[in-house]
């Protein structure tokens, strides 16, 4: 959700962490700070808004030039967006400033506290609270040096945080540490740089370790030590970070978004890499391989996810029960996690998630273990939080994904799906024939989304014509329900237009009401089963003055009679065809969010990953 960057070493540190920031601007970017020890001192400095706004306030007091200091960009949980509750916050009395990802739950008890012992707060956030703890605990007289303070506060908090701290009266220290929220350490030499996301790294070093959940790192420009919390010593694993840099830059896009679309084809060629074998009919998931049996014998999937990852889930539901014939069902997570649900004998839960720190499915997962069920994990983020709990997985492999409305990881999600049916599937009741059917549609695939993406300027003039429109309607139906939802999604999280998606039969039990002369309805049309029931649901709409666009398989020319507008995709068996029929739903949200002069890549309110319940 919020963004760290820290460094420590001999180099003049200001650039290395902005530039770091705008590369984590995409998880928070209400507000941003930095903090930087210099000539004995603090300094700190704050701006509402974009990083180029805390750019701008550092050009206008003068640029700082320490070489030890860390970094925030921010969504705000705790207190509204001001200067004020940005991030870094400081103690009172030690010149001690924090950073922090998470949420501090027991904040306003060991606020109380500290307030009694004469503590005065400027801030409403949780993060303050942990500054003043901190310094509150600081004695180096006693022993207690920034690194022992740090693990004795944490001693007391409860909740998720990704921390990094410094202090002036120790300036060449920085003092990181997690629990729950991701944090990696980047290797350098003489130099290292923390950030809780890969990307902030890459540029300077390829050598990096995870923090572990309840570790503290104290580093200085000579070396690392990690402890416990409770100082017992550790030993962290060094590995070398695989992100490229190319990976996480625009190469020529104009946006993160519009870039991960278009990288849909090559995205699923990766993921589907080595992973089918069509001349024998098999699907090979190594990850999956020491859980075979269970997974053959299961007699239930439970599908957990947020948003778009629900919508994948949901796609996933219906091929699980279409073709491995395994009873299953997608839920949000978040409501999974607390309505006491009743996990039966041999239930499989997937957790799927682009990040695998979505605080809701990681709390679902816990919940669906600890009542017995075998974890597996849909992720992308390898190495996450979530793919760390889970029993067993399968990696999307499409790449990191910036843009904060998601894309890849969507058709991502799917295709993964789709392979762990097919491998459940065959172990069950699916035929030689059938999977190599499948599997050979599978491969031609990302050449058929290479096609639908060749439609792009088509697909913006359609969405100019309807942008004035403040409703639209996103319907379909069986597999393409779930798409109707995702397109739906996609235009209010980026466009900020109000869209409804549902199956197309719901809304004549009333959503119809809805429909006034000239109202988008887009219409996931494509051949399949329900194919005529659709044509009758677009008549509905057409009769009450509703405009239809429709999402229809290329040959199709009699829905020309029915639609206003119509934007074709390939022919391909209706259980393949979201992955297909989504794209189109994509650019037209990217086109309508730029169209109406939207910043796509940061959407209002949003976060590209959101570590709180
Ligand atoms: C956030 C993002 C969504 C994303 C959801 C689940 O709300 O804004 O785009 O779909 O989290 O994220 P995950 O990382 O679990 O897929």
Not at 434 to 445: G, I
Not at 530 to 554: C, F, L, P, W
Request: net charge negative; glycine share 8%; hydrophobic share 40%.
């Amino acid at each position: 959700m919020c963004g760290i960057v820290a460094y420590v070493g001999l180099k003049p540190c200001q650039t290395l962490l902005m530039e770091g920031l705008k590369r984590l601007e995409y998880r928070g970017y209400d507000s941003a700070g930095i903090a930087v020890i210099q000539d004995g001192g603090l300094h700190v400095a704050k701006a509402v808004g974009r990083v180029a706004n805390l750019e701008d306030r550092l050009e206008s007091i003068g640029n700082f030039h320490g070489t030890t200091g860390l970094c925030h960009t921010r969504w705000a949980t705790h207190g509204g967006v001001t200067e004020i509750n940005a991030h870094p916050h400081t103690d009172d009395k030690n010149g001690i400033a924090v950073v922090h990802n998470g949420i501090i739950e027991n904040y306003a008890a060991l606020k109380t506290y500290l307030e009694e012992k004469g503590h005065v707060f400027k801030s409403q956030t949780d993060t303050e609270v942990l500054a003043m703890l901190i310094g509150e605990l600081y004695s180096p007289a006693e022993g207690i040096d920034l690194e022992a303070a740090v693990q004795a506060a944490l001693r007391e908090v409860t909740g998720a945080y990704a921390i990094a701290v410094i202090c002036e009266k120790e300036p060449d220290t920085l003092v990181v540490a997690r629990k729950g929220s991701p944090l990696l350490v980047g290797v350098g030499n003489n130099e290292f740089v923390v950030a809780s996301d890969a990307s902030a790294i890459v540029a300077h070093t390829a050598q990096a370790f995870k923090v572990d959940d309840y570790n503290v790192v104290k580093i200085t420009p000579k070396g690392f030590r990690t402890s416990t919390i409770n100082n017992v010593p550790v030993t962290p694993k060094i590995e070398q970070l695989e992100l490229e840099l190319q990976e996480i830059e625009l190469g020529g896009y104009a946006h993160f978004m519009q870039k991960e679309i278009f990288e849909q084809p090559k995205a699923l060629r990766n993921c589907f890499r080595g992973r089918m074998d069509v001349r024998e009919s098999k699907v090979v998931l190594g990850g999956l391989n020491d859980h075979a049996k269970e997974l053959t014998k299961a007699r239930r999937t439970v599908l957990v996810a947020q948003g778009t990852a629900l919508h994948a889930a949901m796609i996933g539901e219906y091929l699980l029960e279409d073709l491995a014939k395994v009873p299953s069902r997608a839920e949000y997570a978040s409501e999974f996690r607390y309505r006491n649900p009743i996990i039966e004998e041999n239930t499989v839960v997937v957790a799927v998630s682009q990040s695998g720190e979505t605080a809701d499915t990681l709390a679902a997962l816990h919940e669906a273990k600890d009542r017995g069920a075998l974890a597996l994990g849909v992720i992308n983020v390898v190495g996450s939080s979530i793919s760390r709990e889970t029993d067993a997985g399968v990696y999307l492999r499409v790449g990191p994904e910036i843009g904060v409305a998601s894309t890849k990881a969507f058709t991502g999600q799917v295709a993964v799906l789709t392979l762990i049916t097919l491998f459940m599937a065959r172990r069950r009741f699916m035929s030689n024939e059938q999977c190599s059917d499948l599997m050979a549609e599978l491969d031609r695939l990302p050449e058929k989304i290479e096609r639908v993406l060749e439609s792009d300027a088509k697909i913006r003039k359609v969405t100019e014509r309807y942008i004035g429109k403040e409703n639209w309607l996103f319907l379909g139906r069986g597999y393409n329900y779930p798409t109707a939802l995702e397109g739906a999604l996609k235009l209010k999280e980026i466009s900020y237009i109000h869209a409804e998606g549902m199956p197309a039969a719901e809304m004549k039990h009333g959503p119809i009401a809805l429909i006034t002369d000239g109202m988008p309805a887009v219409f996931i049309a494509n051949k399949g089963k329900q194919y005529d029931k659709v044509m009758s649901n677009i008549q509905e709409v057409r009769a009450r003055g509703g405009h239809v666009i429709a999402v229809a398989t290329e040959g199709d020319n009699e829905i020309r009679k029915y639609a206003e507008d119509v934007l074709y995709i390939p022919d391909i068996p209706e259980p393949l065809s979201p992955m297909l029929a989504v794209v189109p739903l994509q650019l037209m949200a990217y086109h309508a969010a730029v169209l109406r002069g939207h910043d796509v890549d940061k959407p209002r309110n949003l976060a590209k990953s959101v570590t709180v319940e």
